[in-house]
């Protein structure tokens, strides 16, 4: 069971340049959501999903966009990379999030925008 | 903003004692949970108290929840060196599972 895998674990971006980070769980989870940590500021929620087809905003949208076409995938699209994004991200799920249940998470994608 | 704030920021101890730390939010909750995060880790999922509980116990963590007063606390009992990371608590509402800042700990050999 491998949990929620996070790729890649490393990434060197330019200034403008796009790209996508993938997340994928392998527990059938229907809630998924996409964070950003800096230092200081703990996590801070980019994005949501709470079932297949359905997304919606957390508090730091703007720069990223997500889709969820499958319970399994909840990829992060950055349109055009900028340094104030650089930081290390994390995707996370849980079975559900409105009962009483834990979220699980990826080991985190460190980006840099250079 | 973040829904949770945890306090202090930072704490260090001694090996064998005993580590606190607590944690403010601002709306009502379903539960709170609490979460570790090694260096250069993910979170882990230490414990979760429901609304209507005031009090639970897993291993050597106990945690409190005062829904009057909107905080709960994390105590951590015989620290031991692997203890040492950052703690965080989170809170759901609306959907979001909202996180605080974090407490770093440290436990000194």
């Known amino acids: 069971n491998a949990g929620v895998t996070q790729t890649p674990k490393f990434q060197v971006l330019k200034t403008g340049q796009s790209m996508t980070l993938q997340c994928a769980q392998d527990m059938n989870h229907e809630y998924m959501s996409w964070y950003r940590q800096d230092p200081g500021m703990g996590l801070r929620l980019i994005h949501y999903s709470v079932g297949a087809g359905i997304t919606d905003q957390g508090e730091v949208p703007n720069g990223y966009n997500v889709s969820r076409s499958t319970t399994e995938d909840f990829p992060l699209r950055l349109l055009s990379a900028a340094p104030s994004q650089t930081s290390v991200y994390f995707c996370?799920?849980?079975?559900?999030?409105?009962?009483?249940?834990?979220?699980?998470f990826g080991q985190g994608t460190r980006l840099t925008v250079v | 903003s973040q829904q949770g704030e945890e306090d202090p920021q930072a704490l260090s101890i001694q090996e064998g004692e005993n580590a606190t730390m607590n944690c403010s939010y601002k709306?009502?909750?379903?539960?709170l949970q609490w979460y570790r995060q090694n260096s250069g880790r993910g979170l882990v999922h230490l414990i979760l108290?429901?609304?209507?509980?005031r009090e639970k116990h897993s291993g050597r963590l106990r945690v409190t929840l005062d829904t009057s007063k909107k905080s709960s606390s994390l105590l951590i009992t015989a620290s031991r060196a692997a203890d040492t990371a950052s703690y965080f608590c989170?809170?759901?509402?609306?959907?979001?599972?909202?996180f605080g800042a974090g407490t770093t700990v440290t436990v000194r050999a």
């Open positions: 709306t009502s909750i379903n539960n």
């Open positions: 996370a799920s849980s079975y559900s999030i409105g009962g009483n249940t834990e979220a699980f």
């Open positions: 108290i429901r609304s209507n509980e």
């Open positions: 989170a809170t759901v509402y609306d959907y979001k599972l909202s």
